[in-house]
């Protein structure tokens, strides 16, 4: 008897994972601040947005947190969304002239990118446009950043567990990331009370943006089992909570389970990358200001549609995760139930189908499809054409 051996090639892909150093979760985290502060450092630059976090109070509890525990502190208020490389380099030329070993910052995404990319800028020369991921340049980091604590107070982005910021280069009309492992938080704080005041439309657009990350990064190519494990109970917290999130704003259950969810994106995304939705998303930002999570919700779900053929599996379990029964369905079905639950709802939160209203020119397509080169896009599970991105684009921005 013959026996014959076939070595069967079985593609296993590798994966890596990272996170904050330590991650603080839950109501009422934020009195942990000074002890963590304390830890890594005495002198800190405190990273703040416009005024709501004055306004809230949150920032009199940190300062004082920051006061018990025997720090010093300078603020650095008013960052836009979209911080610049001029915000940037301006908040690290302060941040080195008070000589700060430590960086807080408290605020929405844009807020904690900008905390993120001082913290390595003090210890790195140069400006951090140099570091920008711009074809051609992109220099690494030489030094360690200071020790870094994000405390969001938006349910989206998930810059708090990300290894990047994303940054505005007006001069060459980029939106740019920088990235190095090095970059990834030593705290992240998250006290889902900081949400309890977010306006509804901002509350939907950041959720629509943990929603798409968490889509993303489990249907991309560089998916793996910690961050699937991640993202699907994350999308299942998105579908539970962010339409109660929305309607009922003081409610901390779901302000909770909308802050884990983002939290969870955040891990994701870092870990396993994102897709064409972000991919595009970040011209749309440059060129017609349009905010980040308003165009990732919008194009999800027609992004799910074209990827449908080749992660048809995936989108099924999408659909269960968001909490529908999918046992009487084919696994095309499924899929399909995944998308429309998706589009139920963003259309519950008040995000509409397109964003025909944002005037946005047929024109501009090359410019904006030039843009969307990069990670994301290839991280996609289904390559994606100029002319896929063109089609895309049409159903967007409801020029057909
Ligand atoms: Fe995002």
Known sequence: MNFIFVRRLVLIKVGEFYAPGKIIFGPGG????GVEAERLGSKTLIVLGRSAMKKSGALDRLTHLLIENNLEYVIYKNVPSDPTVEIIDTGTGLARKEKCNLIIALGGGSVLDTGKAISAMVTNEGSVADYQEIEGKG???????IPFIA???????????????????T???????IRDLCLIPEVALVDPELTLSLPPHITAI???DALTQCIESYLGKKSQEITDALAMHAIGLVGKSLVKAVKEGKNLEARKDMAMAALLSGLCLSNSGLGTAHALSHPLGVYYKIPHGLSCAVLLPYV???????????LAKIAECLGENISSL???EAAQRAVEKVKEILTAVGIKENL?????????????????????????????????LIELLYKMTGLY
């Open 30 to 33: 934020l009195s942990q601040v």
């Open 206 to 208: 950041s959720g629509g």
């Open 171 to 177: 001069k060459l009309g980029l939106k740019k990331s």
């Open 304 to 314: 799910m549609e074209y990827n449908q053929p080749v992660v048809t599996k995936k």
């Open 139 to 145: 220099r690494k980091f030489q030094h360690k950043p």
């Open 151 to 169: 405390i969001p107070t938006t349910s989206g982005t998930g810059s708090e567990a990300t290894r990047n910021a994303v940054i505005t280069n």
């Open 330 to 332: 084919s696994e095309t």
């Open 356 to 388: 025909f209203g944002w005037k946005i020119e047929e024109e501009d397509f090359p410019k904006l499809i030039k843009g969307a080169k990069g990670g994301s896009l290839d991280n996609n599970p289904r390559d994606t054409s100029d002319e896929d």
